[in-house]
């Protein structure tokens, strides 16, 4: 793309992420290991012999700030130290989560025990099969699986991956890894821990699955999105999402938002990567913005909380005003358009980049015009 050719200057450091990910997204295309992974997820899906869910619960203490008791102070949650973290940390403890909840009942969720690979006796897919990533790329040629003196495949690539976030997943207590004689780690012998992470105690918080939490439909997994959005992303779609599990009325009458200090202090989103990610899901059609639009019937206000246990009552009831308080400046707002959440992810996202780039362009080539007309 020629930006000198429009009187621009170089592309900004998010319009070159942008750009490397259409790359990695068209590796990830051109190998179809988006579409290996959408079946291994559904077959996977699949399993369960009877009462599967439509959608994944997920805690709510795993993305928003909570209170143990009245008088303790906030506990922040796990998602943003995910964020933060390198590599598929956060798609892989949500993928967990998946597989957890789609094994038969009969089975231990905290202890989903899929191999890295199919391979021997089993029927299912391995952690392998779940994840679309590019690999192999060289930087210096700018070129997938150059010749290298030693013999690179995915399959050892992908495993690397996986080991390094379970490394990180460990570190932060939401998963335990027994040692082996000698001190290695059996990272496929990982134990799956509760959202709100392993707890102060030797008793851990081993994961269960709940009964109640927000949902995340299925077609989030099985559809590729889960290979298709940045951690970031991820993050900013589960903090809104909470807010409508938390506020339904409120997200259908005018929508949900998050801005200044209740964004930062109960859901760990700094201003510039929420903001971004917003303006992304909304270009990929996951998010609709309704900042200008009427609201819907009559405004009412949600119970606090609408349904939920009182436990739940306790842990969020601070957050119930300030969620819905805009204060002195007008809050972008959203809904959630799921039927999107059908589509090809990954594709969707490949395909939507360039326009991202586009506009971001625009935006550039408008504020250059408006400080000169100022000067």
Not at 55 to 70: A, D, M, N, T
């Amino acid at each position: 793309m020629n930006y000198s050719s429009k009187g621009l200057s170089e592309p900004t450091q998010q319009q070159e992420a942008w750009q490397t990910r259409k790359r990695r997204l068209d590796e990830v295309i051109r190998k179809k290991r988006h579409t290996s992974a959408a079946d291994a997820l559904t077959d996977l899906w699949s399993t369960k012999s009877s009462g599967r869910p439509d959608s994944i619960k997920v805690r709510p203490q795993f993305v928003c700030s909570w209170r143990p008791s009245k008088d303790e102070d906030l506990v922040s949650p796990l998602l943003p130290g995910l964020i933060r973290s390198r590599g598929i940390a956060l798609r892989f403890y949500l993928l967990a989560l998946f597989a957890a909840q789609s094994l038969p009942a009969t089975g231990r969720p905290d202890r989903p025990d899929l191999p890295f690979t199919q391979g021997g006796d089993a029927t299912g897919p391995g952690w392998v099969d779940l994840i679309a990533l590019d690999v192999a790329y060289h930087r210096g040629t700018g070129t997938y699986e150059p010749p290298t003196r030693i013999e690179r495949d995915f399959i050892t690539a992908y495993k690397r991956q996986i080991t390094k976030a379970l490394s990180s997943l460990r570190e932060r207590g939401l998963i335990e890894i027994p040692t082996r004689p000698g001190g290695r780690y059996d990272y496929l012998g990982f134990t799956l821990m509760s959202e709100l992470g392993s707890g102060p105690y030797q008793s851990a918080r081993r994961y269960t699955v709940p009964s109640r939490g927000i949902g995340i439909p299925r077609e989030f997994f099985t559809s590729g999105w889960i290979n298709a959005l940045t951690p970031s992303e991820i993050a900013t779609w589960l903090a809104l999402r909470f807010l409508k599990w938390w506020m339904p009325t409120s997200h259908d009458q005018r929508g949900v938002f998050l801005y200044g200090q209740t964004r930062e202090t109960y859901f760990g989103l700094k201003k510039d990567a929420y903001q971004d990610s917003c303006r992304v899901l909304v270009r990929l059609g996951l998010l609709e913005d309704v900042t200008d639009a009427p609201a819907l019937g009559e405004e009412s206000a949600d119970p606090t909380p609408f349904d939920q246990a009182p436990t739940l009552s306790l842990a969020f009831a601070d957050l119930a005003g300030k969620a819905t308080r805009e204060g002195p400046y007008k809050p972008k707002r959203f809904k959630f358009t799921d039927d999107r959440l059908a589509d090809d992810g990954v594709t969707v996202v490949r395909d939507t980049l360039p326009k991202l780039v586009e506009d971001a362009q625009q935006e550039r080539q408008i504020t250059a015009h408006q400080r000169r007309q100022r000067q």
